[in-house]
């Protein structure tokens, strides 16, 4: 059974910075692009960042471009995103999420880590 | 970036009728499109992709339909598990992005 499982929200300080973490099981974690998906309180999907199987290849949304890095450990069956220069408008809950292939949609997600900037 | 852009913002329906939301894409995507369900507290879960695919598990009375930049999701028989919202994506750009959500709530 595919399972991704997130990790590492919690409360920080404008200017802060956290790091997520996305545990993968179930599937061959290392041939598969991965993402990180969030949505603010009470508000719609918004892509953050895309990382190819072999970290060949990444992109960043406009809004997160500079502050956030995403990288995977493939020995691990893991995938992070380190947040830096937190604003209060990053506040969402923060999914990862798998690609089937390219191109592809999202097939798997997990269940979300709530990250919450506020002073 | 692609603009997706959902019809209605929400609708409000009952059980056993048929229901139709619209995607507009801002450029042609051919059928580079998904649509996702999502519940409260929950996470969105794969209903159809390149546009008219089911996935597999999705019940049949789940439907899509279009390419280029109109697309839509059609419920043909609603069921009281229906009720949630509901998100077109775009996946021709490796930019995604997502519709706004149509929320479908019980009349």
Do not use: H
Not at chain 1, 68 to 95: C, G, H, P, W
């Amino acid at each position: 059974e595919v399972q991704l499982v997130e990790s590492g929200g919690g409360l920080v300080q404008p200017g802060g910075s956290l790091r997520l973490s996305c545990a993968a099981s179930g599937f061959t974690f290392s041939s598969y692009s991965m993402n990180w998906v969030r949505q603010a309180p009470g508000k719609g999907l918004e892509w953050v960042s895309y990382i190819s199987s072999s970290s060949s290849t990444i992109y960043y949304a406009d809004s997160v471009k500079g502050r956030f890095t995403i990288s995977r450990d493939n020995a691990k069956n893991s995938l992070y995103l380190q947040m830096n220069s937190l604003r209060a408008e990053d506040t969402a809950v923060y999914y990862c999420a798998r690609i089937a292939g390219n191109p592809r949609p999202f097939d798997y997600w997990g269940q979300g880590t709530l990250v919450t900037v506020s002073s | 970036a692609i603009r997706m852009t959902q019809s209605p913002s929400s609708l409000s329906a009952s059980t056993g009728d048929r229901v139709t939301i619209t995607c507009r894409a801002s450029q042609g995507i051919s059928s580079y499109l998904a649509w996702y369900q999502q519940k409260p507290g929950k996470a969105p879960k794969l209903l159809i992709y390149a546009a008219s695919t089911l996935q597999s598990g999705v019940p049949s009375r789940f439907s899509g339909s279009g390419s280029g930049t109109d697309f839509t999701l059609t419920i043909s028989c609603l069921q009281s598990e229906d009720f949630a919202t509901y998100y077109c994506q775009q996946y021709y750009s490796y930019l995604y992005t997502f519709g706004q959500g149509t929320k479908l709530e019980i009349k």
